[in-house]
């Protein structure tokens, strides 16, 4: 059984940084692509970012372009998601996810491409 567990949120002041990970139990990790998603208060799950299972391929959500860096360490089992310049509006409980489908080349998107998906880190920026 594949179990997702987030690290690394909290409270920064508008301007900081945070970085989150997120740490696979699962086997065959280096075959999936991960990807990071956010909900804030009274709104729906949003995309953030999410990489290829080779990590040779990356995807943004505009809001984060330029600001946020998603990676991964295969060997560790390991995504991580570096957030920068962060703003009142990125305040939301992030979840890490896993693929569905093995190997895929493309950038999953969509939040039905994703079938594991973490308890959540919350972060909160204060303006």
């Known amino acids: 059984q594949v179990q997702l567990v987030e690290s690394g949120g909290g409270l920064v002041q508008a301007g900081g940084s945070l970085r989150l990970s997120c740490g696979d139990s699962?086997?065959?990790?280096?075959?999936?692509?991960m990807g990071w998603f956010r909900q804030a208060p009274g709104k729906e799950r949003e995309f953030v970012a999410a990489i290829t299972w080779s990590g040779s391929n990356i995807y943004y959500a505009d809001s984060v372009e330029g600001r946020f860096t998603i990676s991964r360490d295969n060997a560790k089992n390991t995504v991580y998601l570096q957030m920068n310049s962060l703003k009142p509006e990125d305040t939301a409980v992030y979840y890490c996810?896993?693929?569905?489908?093995?190997?895929?080349?493309?950038?999953?998107?969509?939040?039905?491409?994703?079938?594991?998906w973490g308890q959540g880190a919350q972060v909160t920026v204060s303006s």
């Open positions: 996810a896993k693929d569905r489908v093995q190997t895929r080349w493309h950038v999953p998107r969509s939040a039905a491409d994703f079938g594991s």
């Open positions: 699962g086997r065959t990790f280096s075959n999936y692509a």
